[in-house]
């Protein structure tokens, strides 16, 4: 009779402990990543054409609809770390994501009846007629969206800071064959994205502007529905990570509180004389104890123990615990160098979009392509990329390199990085492409969609391309990093490190809009580079000019930060 091998910490769906072969794997973790697929369709359209409904329906400036959104964005990514800590130490992984779903099925079903009854929302108006006077919202009525707005956001917080984690503990990264497995998955949540994305920039974008925003919502509300119903079918394959019954960014914040409150204390020559519980090899996991390293020795001073002092939390901590904040510590730098990445793509879904409107947008005949689905271009190039990147690539450079995943994580964050230097660079070009026909054809007081200048959107697809590259290294490389060098009971804060950097980028744009404007305010003739409605008398592509500088000033940094880097032994 074979031998049944069990999973240490995982469980399945009636609690009992997992087992290989039965449970978890690349057929339960295909669950995670179509619900992944799903759940994007219903929202990513929103991330590239909420500004075309802030502006064109609810009558909000250009760049206060860009902040709206970046706003939004940004706070479906911060609160991630909250949801993390909340389904590792309270309801689980999956159940957080059960619970996060209905939340922003709920968001979304709010966000129907608002785009579909008039008296939710102000009357028809063009808002890029200067003659025009249209109304603002209500003050009721702006409440609603933003209960509705930030129900979506926190519903987006969860989904990202569960699926990733979840999926990823259907592999064991002590095994071998399980571990290049992971690999895949991670990539496998890229192709899931564009899948989703492909759909929802297309079909969903085409519903926004031709069928009315209420169908838009109302379609992303069934989507998400079925996002719910194929996580639950995936239930008894599952391993399900055991909940762990105390927050890990407590006990962080205990040793850097320790350390501080101990910063007075001598450190002892022998770091075996450093506070550290007895290992029973019979009873104890191998990952409940990380050996001391001789690095930020500063954090040691939370493990100094004192005769005279009972134990407290507060000021003395295990070894394990302080390595443990290190780790978090040490991968900190590389986390910042990414924030200005998002920064990037936060133009490219809202003021590309903006551009967009001004220009040409016919395919073929009378057929015309929304200028929010733009960013098709580099989603369905990385739906062919993946798989070829995944399956031909990696093994390649695999037996170049030795390197499980083909290149280092460092590595692979590093080519997105300044690839994003390159996309704003272009988008730059681009744009001053653009403004020259607005201005030989002295249609610089053109109406946008009314008045498309005679220039093709398709310009545009340079930036979105080269952006799209950069995503399938940057931001991949960053989820795989942050999981695989985090110990056991960081997985799920630690790969909600990629979403606080996106969280910052986000918030990063709202403020240097405001400063760029406020800046330029009384140097230019529109009353900022990105003031007003007519986008043609704005300064875009200085703005992007600016932003690739700062990426290709950020690279440099990266570049300092990741030689340093070391990794974590896995040993």
Same mark, same amino acid.
């Given at each position: 009779?074979?031998?049944?091998?069990?999973?240490?910490?995982?469980?399945?769906?009636?609690?009992?402990?997992?087992?290989?072969?039965? /449970?978890?794997?690349?057929? %339960?973790a295909?669950?995670?990543?179509?619900?992944?697929?799903?759940?994007?369709l219903?929202?990513?359209?929103?991330?590239?054409?909420?500004?075309?409904?802030?502006?064109?329906?609810?009558?909000?400036?250009? @760049?206060?609809?860009?902040?709206?959104?970046?706003?939004?964005?940004?706070?479906?990514?911060?609160?991630?770390?909250?949801?993390?800590?909340?389904?590792?130490?309270y309801?689980? $992984?999956?159940? @957080?994501?059960?619970? @996060?779903?209905?939340?922003?099925?709920?968001?979304?079903?709010?966000?129907?009846?608002?785009?579909?009854?008039?008296?939710?929302?102000?009357?028809?108006?063009?808002?890029? #007629?200067?003659?025009?006077?249209?109304?603002? =919202?209500?003050?009721?009525?702006? +409440?609603?969206?933003y209960?509705?707005?930030?129900?979506?956001?926190?519903?987006?917080?969860? !989904?990202?800071?569960s699926?990733?984690?979840?999926g %990823?503990?259907?592999?064991?990264?002590?095994?071998?064959?399980?571990?290049?497995?992971?690999?895949?998955?991670?990539?496998g949540?890229?192709?899931?994205?564009? !899948?989703?994305?492909?759909?929802?920039?297309?079909?969903?974008? &085409?519903?926004?502007?031709?069928?009315?925003?209420?169908?838009?919502?109302?379609?992303?509300? !069934?989507?998400?529905?079925?996002?719910?119903?194929?996580?639950?079918?995936?239930?008894?394959?599952?391993?399900?990570?055991v909940?762990?019954?105390?927050?890990?960014?407590?006990?962080?914040?205990?040793?850097?509180?320790?350390a501080?409150?101990?910063?007075?204390?001598?450190?002892?020559?022998?770091?075996?004389?450093?506070?550290?519980?007895?290992k #029973?090899?019979?009873?104890?996991?191998?990952d409940?104890?990380l050996? /001391?390293?001789?690095?930020?020795?500063?954090?040691?001073?939370?493990?100094?123990?004192?005769?005279?002092?009972?134990?407290?939390? &507060?000021?003395?901590?295990?070894?394990?615990?302080?390595?443990?904040?290190?780790?978090?510590?040490?991968?900190?730098?590389?986390?910042?160098?990414?924030?200005?990445?998002?920064?990037? *793509?936060?133009?490219?879904?809202?003021?590309?979009?903006?551009?967009?409107?001004?220009?040409?947008?016919?395919?073929?005949?009378?057929? /015309?392509?929304?200028?929010?689905?733009?960013?098709?271009?580099?989603?369905?190039?990385?739906?062919?990329?993946?798989?070829?990147?995944?399956?031909?690539?990696?093994? *390649?450079?695999?037996?170049?390199?030795? /390197?499980?995943?083909?290149?280092?994580?460092?590595? $692979?964050?590093?080519?997105?990085?300044? =690839?994003?230097?390159?996309?704003?660079?272009?988008?730059?070009?681009?744009?001053?492409? $653009?403004?020259?026909?607005?201005?030989?054809h002295?249609?610089?007081?053109?109406?946008? +969609?009314?008045q498309?200048?005679?220039?093709?959107?398709?310009?545009?697809?340079?930036?979105?391309?080269?952006?799209?590259?950069?995503?399938?290294?940057?931001y991949?490389?960053?989820?795989?990093?942050?999981?695989?060098? %985090?110990?056991?009971?960081l997985?799920?804060?630690?790969?909600?490190?990629?979403?606080? @950097?996106?969280a910052?980028?986000?918030?990063?744009?709202?403020?240097?809009?405001?400063?760029?404007?406020?800046?330029?305010?009384?140097?230019?003739?529109?009353?900022?580079?990105?003031?007003?409605?007519?986008?043609?008398?704005?300064?875009?592509?200085?703005?992007?000019?600016?932003? %690739?500088? =700062?990426?290709?000033?950020?690279?440099?940094?990266?570049?300092f930060?990741?030689?340093?880097?070391?990794? $974590?032994?896995?040993?």
């Amino acid at each position: 009779m074979e031998k049944l091998e069990l999973v240490d910490g995982k469980v399945n769906w009636k609690g009992e402990t997992a087992v290989k072969h039965k /449970h978890g794997g690349l057929r %339960a973790a295909l669950f995670v990543l179509l619900a992944f697929a799903f759940e994007n369709l219903a929202n990513l359209h929103l991330a590239v054409n909420l500004t075309t409904y802030f502006n064109g329906i609810l009558h909000f400036e250009v @760049s206060d609809a860009a902040n709206a959104l970046t706003n939004f964005m940004g706070t479906g990514y911060i609160l991630s770390i909250i949801f993390a800590v909340f389904a590792d130490t309270y309801i689980g $992984r999956f159940k @957080s994501i059960l619970i @996060s779903g209905s939340v922003e099925f709920l968001g979304l079903a709010l966000l129907t009846a608002q785009a579909h009854y008039s008296s939710l929302r102000p009357p028809p108006c063009n808002v890029f #007629d200067p003659t025009s006077r249209c109304e603002k =919202l209500e003050s009721s009525d702006t +409440v609603f969206l933003y209960v509705a707005l930030y129900l979506v956001a926190a519903g987006m917080a969860g !989904i990202k800071a569960s699926i990733p984690s979840h999926g %990823a503990d259907q592999f064991d990264e002590k095994d071998p064959r399980e571990a290049k497995t992971m690999s895949s998955f991670f990539n496998g949540l890229l192709f899931a994205l564009c !899948i989703g994305g492909a759909v929802s920039l297309t079909l969903y974008v &085409w519903l926004d502007d031709h069928k009315g925003w209420d169908v838009g919502f109302g379609v992303s509300a !069934i989507a998400m529905f079925l996002a719910l119903i194929v996580a639950v079918l995936g239930w008894p394959l599952y391993r399900i990570h055991v909940v762990q019954g105390s927050s890990v960014l407590l006990e962080l914040i205990q040793v850097f509180v320790a350390a501080i409150r101990n910063r007075n204390l001598k450190l002892p020559e022998n770091p075996l004389e450093l506070y550290e519980i007895d290992k #029973d090899k019979e009873a104890a996991l191998e990952d409940d104890f990380l050996p /001391h390293r001789d690095v930020y020795r500063f954090l040691d001073k939370a493990a100094i123990k004192t005769a005279s002092e009972k134990p407290n939390p &507060w000021k003395l901590c295990r070894v394990t615990q302080v390595e443990n904040a290190k780790i978090l510590l040490g991968m900190t730098p590389v986390f910042a160098c990414t924030i200005i990445m998002t920064l990037c *793509l936060a133009q490219l879904q809202t003021f590309s979009v903006q551009q967009g409107l001004t220009m040409d947008t016919t395919i073929v005949g009378s057929f /015309h392509i929304p200028p929010a689905s733009l960013p098709i271009i580099p989603v369905v190039f990385l739906i062919f990329i993946i798989p070829f990147y995944d399956q031909i690539a990696v093994p *390649l450079l695999r037996k170049v390199t030795g /390197h499980v995943t083909g290149i280092s994580h460092l590595q $692979r964050i590093g080519v997105g990085l300044i =690839l994003s230097s390159i996309s704003m660079a272009t988008a730059s070009i681009m744009e001053v492409k $653009r403004k020259s026909v607005a201005r030989d054809h002295n249609m610089l007081d053109a109406l946008p +969609v009314l008045q498309p200048l005679p220039i093709s959107v398709f310009w545009l697809s340079f930036q979105y391309f080269i952006f799209g590259i950069a995503d399938m290294f940057t931001y991949v490389g960053l989820l795989e990093f942050f999981y695989s060098e %985090a110990p056991q009971g960081l997985k799920t804060v630690s790969t909600c490190f990629l979403w606080t @950097s996106m969280a910052l980028g986000y918030y990063l744009s709202t403020i240097l809009v405001q400063i760029v404007n406020r800046a330029t305010k009384h140097i230019t003739n529109s009353g900022g580079w990105l003031a007003g409605n007519n986008i043609n008398k704005n300064h875009l592509n200085l703005f992007y000019l600016l932003l %690739a500088l =700062l990426s290709l000033v950020n690279f440099c940094v990266y570049l300092f930060v990741s030689s340093r880097y070391k990794y $974590r032994s896995k040993n």
